[in-house]
């Protein structure tokens, strides 16, 4: 049990480590000498410090911040961009040193309580893998339904704009002052790119990249089709919100149809561990010789520990199934 104590008060100590590390934010000195190193490749003529340049250009060329759907990247590039997604400023250094810390700390506090070294590595790899990128998910999802849900009213403002006179760019500039949350924060972006010389088509596409919204990517290829052929873009971008909202009405059809199917699942998956606990609560002694602890405080039945797993991963297969029987794509 000391060896159990020591290696806990390690873990505990890494985490409170890695959470220091992962909030601190960027220090001020290696800040300040990124400045001047910048300063310096703008600003000097030296040949030697323009050959330094390009080759800082080629190299972030080749691991840019946004990426079109052919492109081949890495996974830390995917865990990036997953990462921009959820419109919080993470860096992907944050994200691992908390995941790590996660994984560290339930490991720790399931071997305390007497289980196998290697049954709280393997719980404790399987939290810090899984729960950071459930997290993740969950935030990418709420931030595009939040933008999905306000877009439409969006591309009405634009159509309003464009009906009264204003050229695009200044409609751009008027929903991103006027609407808010992640539409407003999206459109933001794409007239700050606009102001430094970039061109309107690339800002909007690499939005479009990087939020991977069908809608967005409509309204993409809208205004791209609109400066090729011409046309009235404010009747076109009017059916085109149209669409979007009739789209929205449809998906919220489907989940009052599946809203059934998708209540029987969570039922499923959830009655083995709510039997579990009530059993557990009302008649523990039921359960002796399967989840009691000796005098060694380890288990004492490890073919229960077996069987759980099992049945938590066959139960997780079939939650899965059933999950992507009630999901349709529009």
Known sequence: MNMQMMIVVIGMILCLALLVLAFAGPSSAKASMRRMGALKLRHSDSDNVRVEAQMKKAIASRRPMVYTQGQDISRADRLRLRIAQTGKQWTLQQYLYASLALGVVVAGLIIVKGAPVALGAAVGLLMALGVPHMVI?????????NFTSSFPDAIELLVRGLKSGLPVGETLMVVAKEIPGPVGEEFKLVTEKIKIGKPMED????????????????????????????GNLAETLANLADVLRKRAQ?????RAMSSESKASA?????????????????????????????????????????AGLIGMVWMGIGV???????????
Not at 137 to 145: P, V
Not at 320 to 330: P, T
């Open 203 to 230: 800002a909007l596409q690499e939005t479009a990249d990087r939020l991977g919204t069908p809608e967005f990517q409509f309204f993409v290829i809208t205004l791209a089709i609109q400066r090729e052929t011409g």
């Open 266 to 306: 969570y039922i499923v998956g959830s009655l083995p561990f709510f039997v579990f606990g009530m059993v557990w609560t009302v008649n523990p002694e039921y359960l002796y010789g399967f989840v009691t602890f000796d005098e060694a405080d380890k288990f004492f039945e490890p073919r229960l520990l077996i």
């Open 250 to 254: 449809m998906k919220l059809k489907i």
């Open 137 to 145: 998910g969950f935030l990418i999802n709420k931030r595009l339904n």
């Open 320 to 330: 899965g199934i059933m999950a992507k029987m009630v999901s349709f794509e529009i």
